[in-house]
């Protein structure tokens, strides 16, 4: 699809972003709180905070395959506010209702990246209807760029590096280690501050 020509970006933005102009970049992860969500006060607590929000960023995590034919199902959901990022381990409990409730309302925009693919696995789990979702590198390739994961985004719109350390860990182990959660909560993180400049270059 070519470029949106109503719709250019900015002459200071640049198409695209090398890997060695991405390592030049300052690192930056999300240093806000993060909530690893374990017991119904813990979400309902997280839901007051979502319902509230226009726009929250989310991303999932899967334990990687390593194997031809191999597969699984997501582990974690990750929803991201202005006040914090909520983890979700929906292998370890019952979160259907809530995660329902977030993509079906029309009033809170959900950001994120290749949420195609996130919205496909998470139906394997349990079935939703998605409203107000928006995928940030479709948008991205509607005005030109070529380079549509957040990592790259994230170089090119917000300056940062966001590192991908944990990307292939066991995403399905009872107990996340420190790093797991703030990889997750990063890139929830990232999709929403994504999207809010997006908007602010009125790419929305």
Known sequence: MPPDPAAALPFDIA?????????????????????????????????????????????????????????????????ATAEAVYLLQVQQGDYSGAIREIFSSEKIVKAGVSVSDDLRSLKKLFEFEERAVVDLGKIAKRHGLKQTGVRNLAGIFLGTRIPKGAKTTNWAARRLTPQQIVYAATDAWACRELYLRFAQLNLV
């Open 15 to 79: 198409q695209r972003i090398s890997r060695d102009e991405v390592n030049e970049l300052p690192i930056r992860r999300y240093e806000g709180p993060v909530r690893l969500i374990a017991t119904p006060p813990e979400l309902q607590r997280a839901m007051q905070d979502i319902r509230q929000e226009s726009v929250v960023g989310f991303d999932t995590e899967t334990r990687p395959a390593f194997r031809p034919g191999e597969s699984y199902l997501p582990s974690l959901v990750q929803f």
